[in-house]
């Protein structure tokens, strides 16, 4: 097996179903295809990049979250939008790289960053309905990056905003725990390790399958 290299997504793919992420990252034989909802976030993110990076004017659908984003706009300190973030792991620990860094262990992207001084804000935007699903651990390793990339942050005020709900999942990070944050993953990470040594790949029932891009699965219920 190659290095092993993540991301928080690729991850929950895994968690999701071993048979997805073996053809949609090992296998590759299916490829990547947005549905609604995904297109939808992607508009929402780049409408959001705009109007903090340059005050452009949000498009009238998104409207809705005005308020919110100039409330954020509104912190003080440097703004970093959609931030392209990388770790690598060397024998002096967990580094900065980055994103496409060859050596890199893990990336991911901050939606907004908010540094100031010692201290900073970082958000990750969710266009999903509602706050029911939100998972804090992907706040955890957004905040290791950080902590990482930017040694002179010392706390970091966390949140999943669900702009559609209005919704904050707030979560406080001090840099004192980065490396618990890092290991937090780390049982999925032997159990997405074991996979790539065994070559077993277990197909997961869920309703989520008739969803499936796999299927070839005998398991999906849109065929």
């Not at 919110?68 to 706009?73: E, F, G, M, N, R």
């Not at 690598?88 to 050596?103: L, Q, R, S, V």
């Not at 029932?205 to 891009?213: A, D, E, G, V, Y």
Request: aromatic share 14%; with cysteine; net charge negative.
């Amino acid at each position: 097996m190659d290095k092993l290299t993540w991301s928080y997504s690729s991850l929950k793919t895994f968690e999701q179903c071993a048979k997805k992420y073996y053809h949609t990252k090992v296998a590759k034989d299916v490829p990547y295809s947005d549905t609604e909802a995904t297109l939808y976030g992607k508009e929402f993110h780049k409408a959001a990049e705009d109007y903090m990076r340059d005050g452009r004017p949000l498009h009238h659908k998104f409207k809705y979250a005005e308020d919110v984003l100039k409330a954020l706009s509104a912190i003080p300190g440097d703004k970093f939008c959609e931030l392209e973030m990388g770790v690598k792991i060397t024998e002096f620990g967990y580094e900065p790289c980055t994103f496409d860094d060859p050596e890199y262990w893990w990336h991911g992207i901050a939606d907004l960053l908010v540094v100031d001084e010692d201290k900073a804000f970082l958000i990750d935007y969710k266009t999903s309905k509602n706050a029911k699903y939100a998972d804090v651990k992907q706040l955890d390793i957004l905040a290791a990056a950080v902590f990482t990339l930017f040694p002179q942050v010392k706390r970091i005020k966390s949140a999943l905003l669900f702009v559609v709900s209005g919704e904050f999942v707030r979560k406080d990070h001090e840099s004192a725990w980065r490396d618990a944050y890092f290991r937090l993953f780390n049982p999925e990470l032997e159990r997405l390790a074991g996979a790539f040594e065994s070559g077993v790949w277990n197909a997961v029932t869920s309703p989520l399958c008739k969803f499936c891009p796999v299927t070839q699965c005998e398991h999906n219920r849109g065929k």
